[in-house]
Every structure is written in C-alpha cells, then in structure tokens.
C-alpha cells in the first residue's frame, strides 16, 4: 500500500487503552487504484495513487504526473 507519486506508506505507532497500555498499530494512507487515459501514450494507464496525489493529478495534469513517475523510474 505505497502511493506510486507522493510515496505515501503506513505511519506506525501504538494504540493506548484507556489502562495506558500500549500495543502496535498502523496507520493506512488513503490509497486508491485509478485509470487515466494518457494522449501521448494512446491508451490507459492505471495507478495506485493517494488522494493527495489525485488531488495533485488534477492540478498538474495526467501527462506531467505520468512524466515525474517515469522520471522515478517507474513503469507506466
């Protein structure tokens, strides 16, 4: 569960009682698979993205997301 543009991941830390008693726990990111239809690709594109990075998709656009992903060097 890792957002492929912001690099988003589980934040860990503990979950205490109302006892204070401490045990682990995770913290999941708003983690959600979209499809794009990429122009210069001619096809669909399908990414695991946070809603932070949808946010930003929509801001920046699907082509200059799909080029920072690719200049991570992640395959699209």
């Not at 860990?12 to 698979?33: A, D, E, L, M």
């Amino acid at each position: 569960m890792r957002c492929q543009l912001t690099g988003r991941e589980p934040g860990f830390g503990n979950r205490v009682s109302h006892s204070h008693r401490k045990t682990r726990r995770r913290w999941n990111p708003n983690v959600q698979r979209k499809r794009y239809w990429v122009p210069s690709l001619n096809r669909f594109v399908t990414l695991t993205l946070s809603a932070k990075a949808i946010k930003t998709i929509d801001r920046i656009g699907v082509e200059a997301a799909v080029a920072r992903l690719r200049a991570q060097g992640v395959q699209v």
